[in-house]
Nanobody
């Protein structure tokens, strides 16, 4: 059974940092690109970034570029989202997802598996 479990969310002040983790199980992790998405109340789920199966290449939405970093550890079947310089507009539920597509070129509907999400709240 496939599981993606996010952790590391919480409440942080503007300018602070958080590191989200996503633990994967039940599928061949190294066959999948992995993505991070977020959804704020009343808004559509939006792309944050994704990373190739090797971990060698990562892509980011313009809104987080330079502040967020995605990494993965294939031995541990984990991906991470390091978030620095957090802003109130980063407040959302953050989701990890898995796709067999090519990182940087994957539409939201091409993700096969999704986690349940972890809440990130940035206070002003």
């Amino acid at each position: 059974q496939v599981h993606l479990v996010e952790s590391g969310g919480g409440l942080v002040q503007t300018g602070g940092s958080l590191r989200l983790s996503c633990a994967a199980s039940g599928f061949t992790f190294t066959s999948y690109a992995m993505g991070w998405f977020r959804q704020a109340p009343g808004k559509d789920r939006e792309y944050v970034g994704d990373i190739s199966w090797t971990g060698g290449t990562a892509y980011y939405a313009d809104s987080v570029k330079g502040r967020f970093t995605i990494s993965r550890d294939n031995a541990k079947k984990m991906i991470y989202l390091q978030m620095n310089g957090l802003k109130p507009e980063d407040t959302a539920v953050y989701y990890c997802a898995a796709s067999q597509g090519v990182a940087g070129h994957i539409g939201i509907y091409e993700y096969d598996y999704w986690g349940q999400g972890t809440q990130v709240t940035v206070s002003s």
